[in-house]
């Protein structure tokens, strides 16, 4: 069965502080990791995903297989980076091309 | 940009009532979903429709749901008789094809609160 775990329910830190949101998964295979991210009132967006390797809004996160993780870090928080985010996990086998989706974690960035 | 939208952005319904939640997808994807998130709980995978036909259903999604695409632009989630558990978010999202790491683009969710 795949699983996403994110344990952290709440973070805060204040602007300018590193982030680093965490996220390991379960999966008998090669899983395709994404975090999406959620502001307030809006709907649920991608933010990155490992495939890409690419660094959006200051935010990167790498797929450490030993570890089976797949932490958001950002060197540098600022306020707008307040919001859900949800690390998600989408096997590779065909037909399963769901979203399995961790809890969340609140990242509240203090001024 | 297109988007996914979904109509209600909130439903209220007696129990026992069937409901059916919209969404339109992005009109040139193929692949549609639905999820649910009880509050304060996970975002969860509910069915997977393409080329008219259920591909995956989780658990969740048992014979008091059903989907349907009725007229090639709406992607309707129906419960037939609502409990008070169905109570959560449902969001529709949707993806042009299923390749490796391809986005899904969410709805702005249905809020549906079963009385």
């Known amino acids: 069965a795949q699983r996403v775990t994110q344990p952290e329910k709440l973070l805060s830190v204040f602007k300018g502080a590193p982030v680093e949101l965490k996220c390991n998964y379960s999966y008998s295979g090669s899983p395709e990791l994404f975090w999406y991210v959620q502001y307030s009132r809006q709907r649920l967006q991608l933010l990155l995903r490992?495939?890409s390797r690419e660094s959006i809004k200051g935010f990167t996160a790498d797929l450490n297989k030993g570890e089976t993780s797949f932490h958001l870090k950002k060197p540098f928080a600022q306020e707008e980076d307040s919001a859900m985010y949800y690390c998600?996990?989408?096997?590779?086998?065909?037909?399963?091309?769901?979203?399995?989706f961790g809890k969340g974690t609140k990242l509240s960035v203090i001024p | 940009e297109p988007e996914v939208t979904q109509t209600p952005s909130h439903q209220v319904t007696q129990m026992g009532q069937e409901v059916i939640l919209r969404c339109v997808p992005i009109?040139?994807?193929?692949?549609f979903y639905w999820y649910r998130q009880i509050l304060g709980q996970k975002v969860e995978f509910l069915v997977s429709?393409?080329?008219?036909?259920?591909?995956?259903k989780s658990e969740i999604f048992d014979d008091q749901f059903s989907v349907e695409r009725p007229d090639g632009s709406n992607f309707t989630l129906k419960i037939r008789s609502t409990k008070l558990e169905d109570s959560a978010m449902y969001f529709c999202?949707?993806?042009?094809?299923?390749?490796?790491?391809?986005?899904?683009?969410f709805g702005p969710g249905t809020r549906l609160t079963v009385l």
């Open positions: 490992h495939i």
């Open positions: 009109s040139n994807h193929l692949y």
């Open positions: 999202a949707s993806i042009p094809d299923r390749g490796r790491g391809n986005e899904q683009f």
């Open positions: 998600a996990l989408s096997g590779t086998a065909a037909g399963s091309y769901q979203l399995t």
């Open positions: 429709f393409y080329n008219n036909e259920i591909s995956e």
